[in-house]
């Protein structure tokens, strides 16, 4: 069984243009989570997903940023017009029901020059 | 809001037990998590603990919660250079979607 999947695992990008990071969850994993963690911080929260569903996005910010879970594939966050404060390493997580453990991706680690 | 606070730094010798410490301030945290994240990589679940329970231990590890204190430790006994990474405490507040609030992390060298 595949653990949480994340590609890229590094990504740049030039200020203003669009970053796509990918998360395919554990197998039988419905419930994603993403969350950002700055450089020599600590992970915050960005959107809980299931299926098709924005569950909770109190912790994106509300402009460039959006989030998807399709039917069928994997879950992506997009950041639009990227700026240099987007800078971060992107987690990914997943779990098989709201109450269970969440299970982190390897990260994807976005720069903007 | 939630907050957990852990310190920045920690340094031990190998063979010697480590101890992270960890506060937070949501009294409804169900679960406490203690996740490890070696350079460059993701976060790998080390352990955890239910707020009903005063302590866990897995093999090395030994988790103590302090309820009342609002106090969460992560014991290493014979800590390796193997453990050298950061450590991260988390929590799952009163929150319908289980999300996770971390500390900031500590970050553990184990010096030869």
């Known amino acids: 069984n595949a653990g949480v999947m994340q590609n890229p695992r590094h990504l740049v990008r030039r200020r203003g243009q669009e970053a796509r990071l990918r998360c395919s969850p554990m197998?039988?994993?419905?419930?994603v989570y993403w969350y950002r963690q700055l450089p020599e911080e600590g992970l915050k929260f960005m959107v809980y997903?299931?299926?098709?569903?924005?569950?909770?996005e109190s912790g994106m910010p509300k402009e460039r940023f959006s989030a998807e879970f399709p039917k069928e594939g994997p879950s992506i966050l997009r950041i639009q017009q990227v700026v240099r404060g987007d800078s971060a390493a992107y987690f990914c997580?997943?779990?098989?029901?709201?109450?269970?453990?969440?299970?982190f991706g390897a990260g994807t680690r976005l720069s903007v020059l | 809001g939630e907050d957990v606070e852990q310190s920045l730094f920690l340094s031990v010798r190998e063979g010697d037990s480590s101890v992270i410490n960890c506060t937070y301030t949501?009294?409804?945290?169900?679960?406490l998590y203690w996740y490890k994240q070696e350079p460059g990589a993701g976060l790998q679940l080390l352990t955890y603990?239910?707020?009903?329970?005063d302590m866990k231990q897995d093999q090395r590890l030994t988790v103590l919660l302090n309820k009342k204190d609002k106090h969460l430790s992560l014991r290493i006994a014979d800590t390796q250079t193997g453990d050298s990474a950061i450590y991260f405490c988390?929590?799952?507040?009163?929150?319908?979607?289980?999300?996770?609030?971390f500390g900031g992390g500590t970050r553990l060298m184990v010096k030869p």
């Open positions: 997580a997943s779990s098989p029901g709201i109450a269970n453990i969440q299970y």
């Open positions: 197998k039988g994993h419905s419930h």
């Open positions: 997903l299931q299926k098709e569903n924005i569950i909770d």
């Open positions: 949501d009294s409804s945290s169900t679960y």
């Open positions: 603990i239910f707020s009903n329970m």
């Open positions: 988390a929590e799952t507040g009163d929150n319908a979607g289980n999300m996770l609030t």
